[in-house]
T-cell receptor, first 114, second 114 residues
């Protein structure tokens, strides 16, 4: 099993450009999450999904959109990138276990917006 | 709102010394608690989790954590540090909803000196 994979690993964007980050998992997990990691701030939840076709906002959703058209994929979009979106982005997935489920993380995407 | 506080953004120990990473949480109901580790340029992986079965939880790589309700703490310990333990450690608490969301602390970087 590949687990959770993320594409691309690195990306540099100019302000105003758009891009989509792809997350894929092969563990048949119901739940998927997008986080951003910034120094000294831990991980903050951007958006999440509790099943195919569903999405919901997390703690810091502004400037991002997501889609979950297939159970195994969770896409994160930036329509008009800003320097404040320079960060490391992590995708995670988990079983349907309510509060006790372990999240499995991808290797991350390092995004720089100039 | 639930929150997690990790005391000390950087902890430095000598190889063979005790490792103690502190985590305090705020939650109005019994929480599920997690410790994750992040090695350089990698995603997060689960060290251990508390789900109310036992207050002393053993995890991978010789780590353990004790849930203390009276102190609202979930500190991570390891009796003898190895060089390979150098990483960033995150404490997290589950959101009260059944969405599997996690609220992360700010992270603690562990340095192990030879």
């Amino acid at each position: 099993n590949a687990g959770v994979t993320q594409t691309p690993k690195f990306r540099v964007l100019k302000t105003g450009q758009s891009m989509t980050l792809l997350c894929a998992q092969d563990m048949n997990h119901e739940y998927m999450y997008w986080y951003r990691q910034d120094p000294g701030m831990g991980l903050r939840l951007i958006h999440y999904s509790v099943g195919e076709g569903t999405t919901a906002k997390g703690e810091v959703p502004d400037g991002y959109n997501v889609s979950r058209l297939k159970k195994q994929n969770f896409l994160l979009g930036l329509e008009s990138a800003a320097p404040s979106q320079t960060s490391v982005y992590f995708c995670a997935s988990s079983y349907f276990m309510g509060q006790g489920g372990e999240q499995y993380f991808g290797p991350g995407t390092r995004l720089t917006v100039t | 709102a639930q929150s997690v506080t990790q005391l000390g953004s950087h902890v430095s120990v000598s190889e063979g010394a005790l490792v103690l990473l502190r985590c305090n949480y705020s939650s109005s109901v019994p929480p599920y608690l997690f410790w994750y580790v992040q090695y350089p340029n990698q995603g997060l992986q689960l060290l251990l989790k508390y789900t109310s079965a036992a207050t002393l939880v053993k995890g991978i790589n010789g780590f353990e954590a004790e849930f203390k309700k009276s102190e609202t703490s979930f500190h991570l310990t390891k009796p003898s540090a190895h060089m390979s333990d150098a990483a960033e450690y995150f404490c997290a608490v589950s959101d009260k909803s059944n969405t599997g969301k996690l609220i992360f602390g700010q992270g603690t970087t562990l340095q192990v000196k030879p």
